[in-house]
């Protein structure tokens, strides 16, 4: 009865390879964030959508590519990795009651 | 430029102390204060949330405190527990509808027995 689940929850992947996060929420929401959340602890939002449309859509790379195929679901494509993009990556999700709830993060490790 | 300010970096109190944990933002368009808790390992969960038009909010151990003029608002954890040791940040949402959350820096909270 996991709430808001992400697949994989560890990834270890060379540099310029490219790879995908997987996100997945059963609560009904219709609103999926992505945070990263640096080596410092640091939160800071990357993208949000709305029943599939993209709402936020902060300074980030265009390396990283969110993609929504429905309201349950949204994945984050990243491109060319580069050292920097090592990080927690968090989903989230709402239901306009002001409360995200978090999924568990996917450590990423670009070596 | 960071929006939400928080402090401090980290905090160390006794069993049964109380913890504060305070934050201060510019932007005034900012209309709910969740506070996050994290443990190692775990996505961030919402502990407890004001809005602005209360100066206090209370739920079991955990009390915001909201300085509307002042711009601040503060976390007080009463009795603390070794079990509250985590990460808290602070959050502030505008009221645009986008419903993006600004988080603070963290704290990282230890309660020693």
């Known amino acids: 009865d996991t709430a808001v689940s992400q697949t994989p929850k560890y990834l270890v992947t060379q540099m310029g390879n490219d790879k995908s996060i997987k996100c997945e929420q059963n609560l009904g929401h219709d609103t999926m964030y992505w945070y990263k959340q640096d080596s410092k602890k640091f939160l800071k939002i990357m993208f949000s959508y709305n029943n599939k449309e993209l709402i936020i859509n902060e300074t980030v790379p265009n390396r990283f590519s969110p993609k929504s195929p429905d309201k349950a679901h949204l994945n984050l494509h990243i491109n060319s990795l580069e050292l920097g993009d090592s990080a927690v990556y968090f989903c989230?999700?709402?239901?306009?009651?002001?409360?995200?709830?978090f999924g568990p993060g996917t450590r990423l490790t670009v070596t | 430029q960071q929006q939400v300010k928080q402090s401090p970096q980290s905090l160390i109190v006794q069993k049964g102390g109380i913890s504060i944990i305070n934050c201060a933002y510019e932007?005034?368009?900012?209309?709910?204060f969740p506070w996050y808790q994290q443990f190692p390992g775990k996505g961030p969960a919402l502990l407890i949330a004001?809005?602005?038009?209360?100066s206090e909010k209370k739920e079991g151990r955990f009390t915001i405190s909201f300085n509307k003029s002042a711009k601040q608002f503060s976390l007080h954890i009463m009795d603390s527990q070794p079990g509250d040791s985590a990460t808290y940040f602070c959050?502030?949402?505008?009221?645009?509808?986008?419903?993006?959350?600004?988080f603070g820096t963290g704290t990282r909270l230890t309660i020693i027995p």
């Open positions: 989230a999700s709402s239901q306009r009651t002001y409360e995200q709830y």
């Open positions: 959050a502030a949402r505008e009221n645009f509808g986008n419903e993006k959350l600004t």
């Open positions: 004001i809005r602005p038009d209360v």
């Open positions: 932007n005034t368009a900012f209309d709910y």
